[in-house]
């Protein structure tokens, strides 16, 4: 199984990215997806996540409002749109997969993980 997650960049404040994480070799309608983040120096966090159906959602205090994740599930594709970027969004984002319907924002909830994309917020 893998994840590949891309979209990061280098982009101003106030600015907007999205991110892809697509899988291949997994039954992707019985995953659900999360989004992580991890800063230099920082633990890895729970950004965001999608259940499997796409009928349910999490995000971080901090990201609501201006974050939005979905999926494609005829793609194998789950996204994440990020708007109104602030410095303090800058790590590296990555996706991972657990199996079953519910997503958690937990580390440990997750067994899949994709290789990281670096967004850069400059102020």
């Known amino acids: 199984v893998q994840l590949q997650a891309s979209g990061g960049g280098l982009v101003q404040a106030g600015g907007s990215l999205r991110l892809s994480c697509a899988a291949s070799?997994?039954?992707?309608?019985?995953?659900?997806i999360g989004w992580f983040r991890q800063a230099p120096g920082k633990e890895r966090e729970g950004v965001s996540c999608?259940?499997?159906?796409?009928?349910?959602?999490y995000y971080i205090d901090s990201t609501k409002g201006r974050f939005t994740i979905s999926r494609d599930n005829a793609k194998n594709t789950v996204y994440l749109q990020m708007n109104s970027l602030k410095p303090e969004d800058t790590a590296v984002y990555y996706c991972?997969?657990?199996?079953?319907?519910?997503?958690?924002?937990?580390?440990?909830?997750?067994?899949?993980w994709g290789q990281g994309t670096l967004v850069t917020v400059s102020s």
């Open positions: 991972a997969a657990r199996a079953g319907s519910t997503c958690r924002p937990s580390v440990d909830d997750y067994r899949y």
């Open positions: 070799r997994l039954s992707w309608d019985y995953y659900a």
């Open positions: 999608i259940s499997s159906s796409g009928g349910r959602t």
